[in-house]
C-alpha cells in the first residue's frame, strides 16, 4: 500500500462511517431497544482483538448472547445452530449482520478500517507461524477478502490465506469491490455457520501448539 493510498483510505474510514452513523441512527437506537427489552445485561458487548501489529484493542459488538456465555455450555464453542445462550433478538442480528453495526465507532477511532482482515483474538495471533504473521501488517477490518469468500465455511487456515492474498494485491478498487460484494454476500445471508469446533476454528499456527480458552463471547458468523 503507497502512502497516497494509505492516506486515501484513512479519509474513506471517517466519511463512510460518519455517513453511515447518521442515516442509521434510528436503527441503532432500535436495535438497542430490543436488546434491552429481550434480555438482561448490557447493550454493547466489548471483546479485546489483535489490532495492527498486534496492539490490542476493544471491539465493540451488539451483544446477541446471554451475559457470561462464555462459561456456559459448551463455552467458546457453539453446540449447535440452537444453542440457547444466543437470545432471540441476537439471532436476528446475527444472521442479518446488524450485530457488526457498532464497528463504525472502531473505524472511526483508528483501531479498525472499513476493509480488512478479520479482528483475531490475543490467543489466536500467539498460534500464527512468520508467514500467517502477517496479516497483522494492516489494520483490521469490518469486512474483507475472506469475508466475501465463504465467511465462516472456510476454516482459519483458509481465510488466513484470503487476508495474504489481499495485502500482496491491495488497490483501492479492490476494497470498493469488496465493499460492493459484501452487500450481496449480507443480504444473501451465504457463508453463515454454525458449525463451530475447535478443528475448524484453530486449525492454523505451529504444528502442536496449545489450544488456548479465549474467555469472550462466543462467535461463528462473519469469521468472528
Not at 178 to 190: A, E, H, P, R
Request: charged share 25%; aromatic share 12%; net charge positive.
Amino acid at each position: 500500500m503507497t502512502r497516497w493510498e494509505a492516506a486515501i483510505k484513512r479519509i474513506l474510514d471517517v466519511l463512510i462511517p460518519c455517513a453511515l452513523i447518521l442515516i442509521l441512527l434510528p436503527l441503532f437506537m432500535m436495535v438497542a431497544l430490543l436488546i434491552r427489552l429481550d434480555s438482561q445485561g448490557g447493550v454493547i458487548y466489548r471483546q479485546a482483538r489483535a489490532g495492527r501489529n498486534g496492539a490490542p484493542f476493544y471491539l465493540y459488538k451488539f451483544r446477541s448472547m446471554v451475559v457470561n456465555a462464555e462459561h456456559q455450555g459448551a463455552g467458546y464453542y457453539f453446540s449447535g445452530p440452537d444453542d440457547p445462550r444466543i437470545t432471540r433478538v441476537g439471532r436476528v442480528l446475527r444472521n442479518t449482520s446488524l450485530d457488526e453495526l457498532p464497528q463504525l465507532f472502531n473505524v472511526l477511532k483508528g483501531d479498525m478500517s472499513i476493509v480488512g482482515p478479520r479482528p483475531c483474538l490475543p490467543y489466536q495471533v500467539e498460534l500464527f507461524n512468520v508467514r500467517q504473521q502477517r496479516r497483522l501488517e494492516v489494520k483490521p477490518g469490518i469486512t474483507g477478502w475472506a469475508q466475501i469468500n465463504g465467511r465462516n465455511n472456510q476454516s482459519w487456515s483458509k481465510r488466513i490465506e484470503y487476508d495474504l492474498w489481499y495485502l500482496d494485491h491491495y488497490s483501492l478498487w479492490l476494497d470498493f469491490k469488496i465493499l460492493f460484494k459484501t452487500i450481496g454476500v449480507v443480504f444473501s445471508g451465504s457463508g453463515i455457520s454454525y458449525d463451530v469446533t475447535p478443528e475448524k476454528m484453530e486449525d492454523f499456527g505451529p504444528p502442536g501448539a496449545p489450544k488456548k480458552d479465549g474467555g469472550s463471547e462466543v462467535r461463528s458468523v462473519r469469521g468472528k
